[in-house]
């Protein structure tokens, strides 16, 4: 019984996530660009880590025990709609950090903006997780962080991860669910990233912290690691990286993307956004009432949603697919559990 109504439940879940995706028209016209048009090599490339396929489209990025790999977009944006189809490694990618991201770290050393895709790797068996994060005008001491599994293997197949950016909100997406909306806050002042940035890929050795807080590292023994990219898209108003980084006049094409399909999250998105938030979200710094005793501006705090979690901000209970499907007992997570079963 129990396992029949996971499944039923599963299955649902599956099914409203998939034919939402369909009816969203989340800005993948198929005009995808080839990765030389988009991107330039950041690191890794003289060590033979950055691998195009032979119609440009997809390139490979490789951690081996010499170096990691990323890319760089060839200009930076100020605001606009960037995404990617990715496949993470598979098997045992413990210490391993994919990131796909923005950033003007390289212009803004004490004064950054940035918005965060990342992907950190596990012990064999055990699943990815991803993390979004942002940050504005160097924030860097107010991080504001959300983890969350996914509902399927990222490394069995491609899944498309996008970054929305208008002066208005920021719309995180897998898939075309949204998952995290930040809607903008004069409260946040800059700490909404407001600075032309570029768009990052990279794979890395973050051993010291990735997995359990840096108990399992990166095992060269599996080398090479290959995160995989491709139906890049980047769209936005490009800013020249050297000129015009402080005086970009966007303002046209600001509208134009705050008016756009994907940047609105019409009712059945929220629907969907707010299932996959109650269901996979496994960690919010807005529900860290440790952290943050009062929570930041911009937080929204969903009484459905926060019951779900302790004052750590973590989920009060969180099993992985394996774990719901034997031992399953009610509908969805449920307040009423204890401290001690919670996951991570
Ligand atoms: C996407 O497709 C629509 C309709 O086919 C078109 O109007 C729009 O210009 C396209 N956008 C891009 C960025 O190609
Ligand atoms: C941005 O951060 C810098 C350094 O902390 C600070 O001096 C500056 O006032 C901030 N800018 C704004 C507009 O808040
Ligand atoms: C930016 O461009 C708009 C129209 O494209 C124009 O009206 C506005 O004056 C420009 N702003 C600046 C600061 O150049």
């Given at each position: 019984?129990?396992?029949?109504?996971?499944?039923n439940?599963?299955?649902?879940?599956?099914?409203?996530?998939?034919?939402?995706?369909?009816?969203?028209?989340?800005a993948?016209?198929?005009?995808?660009?080839?990765?030389?048009?988009?991107?330039?090599?950041?690191?890794?490339?003289?060590?033979?880590?950055?691998?195009?396929?032979?119609?440009?489209?997809?390139?490979?990025?490789?951690?081996?025990?010499?170096?990691g790999?990323?890319?760089?977009?060839?200009?930076?944006?100020?605001?606009?709609?960037?995404?990617?189809?990715?496949?993470?490694?598979?098997?045992?990618?413990?210490?391993?950090?994919?990131?796909?991201?923005?950033?003007?770290?390289?212009?803004f050393?004490?004064?950054?903006?940035?918005?965060?895709?990342?992907?950190?790797?596990?012990?064999?068996?055990?699943?990815?997780?991803?993390?979004?994060?942002?940050?504005?005008n160097?924030?860097?001491s107010?991080?504001?962080?959300?983890?969350?599994?996914?509902?399927?293997?990222?490394?069995?197949?491609?899944?498309?991860?996008s970054?929305l950016?208008?002066?208005?909100?920021?719309?995180?997406?897998?898939?075309?669910?949204?998952?995290?909306?930040?809607?903008?806050?004069?409260?946040?002042?800059?700490?909404?990233?407001?600075?032309?940035?570029?768009?990052?890929?990279?794979?890395?050795?973050?051993?010291?912290?990735?997995?359990?807080?840096?108990?399992?590292?990166?095992?060269?023994?599996?080398?090479?690691?290959?995160?995989?990219?491709?139906?890049?898209?980047?769209?936005?108003?490009?800013?020249?990286?050297?000129?015009?980084?402080?005086?970009?006049n966007?303002?046209?094409?600001?509208?134009?993307?705050?008016?756009?399909?994907?940047?609105?999250?019409?009712?059945?998105?929220?629907?969907?956004?707010?299932?996959?938030?109650?269901?996979y979200?496994?960690?919010?710094?807005?529900?860290?009432?440790?952290?943050?005793?009062?929570?930041?501006?911009?937080?929204?705090?969903?009484?459905?949603?926060?019951?779900?979690?302790?004052?750590?901000?973590?989920?009060?209970?969180?099993?992985?697919?394996?774990?719901?499907?034997?031992?399953?007992?009610?509908?969805?997570?449920?307040?009423?559990i204890?401290?001690?079963?919670?996951?991570?």
């Amino acid at each position: 019984m129990a396992v029949a109504s996971f499944f039923n439940n599963f299955t649902f879940i599956s099914f409203f996530l998939l034919s939402l995706s369909c009816i969203s028209t989340f800005a993948f016209n198929g005009s995808t660009l080839s990765f030389d048009d988009a991107y330039s090599p950041l690191f890794g490339d003289e060590n033979g880590n950055i691998v195009r396929s032979s119609d440009g489209k997809t390139v490979r990025l490789l951690l081996d025990s010499h170096t990691g790999s990323g890319f760089i977009s060839s200009s930076p944006y100020s605001y606009g709609f960037f995404g990617a189809s990715i496949k993470l490694p598979s098997y045992y990618t413990a210490g391993i950090v994919v990131a796909f991201y923005t950033s003007n770290g390289d212009i803004f050393e004490k004064t950054h903006d940035e918005l965060d895709f990342e992907f950190l790797g596990n012990i064999d068996g055990k699943p990815w997780r991803v993390q979004t994060n942002l940050y504005g005008n160097g924030s860097t001491s107010r991080g504001r962080e959300e983890r969350y599994q996914m509902w399927f293997d990222p490394s069995k197949e491609f899944h498309r991860y996008s970054i929305l950016w208008t002066p208005n909100n920021i719309i995180f997406s897998i898939d075309d669910v949204p998952i995290r909306e930040v809607v903008h806050n004069d409260a946040m002042g800059r700490d909404y990233p407001s600075k032309p940035m570029s768009i990052y890929a990279t794979i890395w050795d973050a051993s010291s912290w990735a997995t359990a807080g840096g108990r399992y590292k990166v095992n060269y023994k599996y080398a090479p690691f290959v995160s995989e990219y491709t139906d890049l898209v980047l769209q936005g108003c490009a800013v020249d990286p050297i000129q015009q980084v402080l005086s970009a006049n966007c303002s046209g094409k600001e509208a134009d993307m705050s008016n756009a399909d994907h940047a609105v999250i019409t009712p059945e998105r929220r629907v969907a956004m707010q299932k996959f938030r109650e269901r996979y979200m496994t960690y919010s710094y807005c529900y860290d009432l440790r952290r943050y005793p009062v929570p930041p501006p911009e937080c929204v705090i969903v009484p459905s949603e926060q019951k779900l979690f302790k004052d750590t901000g973590r989920k009060l209970r969180f099993r992985s697919h394996h774990q719901r499907q034997s031992k399953r007992r009610s509908e969805l997570p449920v307040a009423k559990i204890s401290d001690g079963q919670a996951a991570m």
